[in-house]
């Protein structure tokens, strides 16, 4: 911005709202803010389950935050996540350890950070909604935009919040 060019970023499909900077990678960059983002269910891994046995699972959290408590039941292990707007999960208590949504969502291959879980005695299954990061521009978005109309310079004003596209 301030006429220099920006880091146009973007993914696959970000959920019912694309997700801001801050949210995902901890830094507050103007143009890149959580804006509506229809479309996206269109793409075939919008809405996606993970499923992990619970001993795979004590495995990969033991390895990856020894200090995690995955004792017990699996329906215990979650507590207290903090959501963005849009939806994603910024961090959540597991097993007692504050964890970072895109760890979680790294460790266990999760389409995004938008994720709610469903745990039994044997297995936590992860739902997600959206593909990618979810930071800036959907392409799904963006397709459906151009096909009802929008030009490019709408989409890329859309999801880059107070870009101005100039010639150079």
């Not at 990678?25 to 804006?35: A, E, K, N, R, T």
């Not at 619970?54 to 996540?81: H, I, L, M, N, Y």
């Not at 096909?147 to 310079?153: A, P």
Request: with cysteine; net charge neutral; hydrophobic share 35%.
């Amino acid at each position: 911005m301030d006429g220099k060019p920006i880091v146009a970023v973007f993914s696959a499909a970000a959920g019912p709202k694309t997700e801001a900077a801050k949210d995902v990678w901890g830094s507050d960059i103007p143009y890149l803010q959580s804006v509506v983002s229809p479309g996206g269910d269109a793409c075939p891994k919008y809405n996606a389950e993970v499923t992990v046995p619970a001993g795979e699972f004590r495995e990969k959290v033991k390895k990856a935050f020894p200090t995690a408590d995955v004792s017990g039941a699996p329906d215990t292990w979650f507590k207290a996540s903090e959501r963005s707007d849009a939806g994603g999960v910024r961090a959540v208590k597991l097993g007692g350890v504050r964890v970072e949504g895109t760890a979680v969502r790294e460790l266990f291959g999760l389409n995004s950070t938008n994720f709610t879980l469903t745990a039994t005695g044997d297995s936590i299954t992860f739902h997600t909604v959206g593909y990618g990061h979810g930071v800036g521009l959907s392409q799904y978005g963006a397709k459906y935009m151009a096909e009802h109309g929008s030009g490019y310079q709408d989409i890329l004003t859309h999801y880059f919040t107070g870009a101005k596209i100039t010639k150079i």
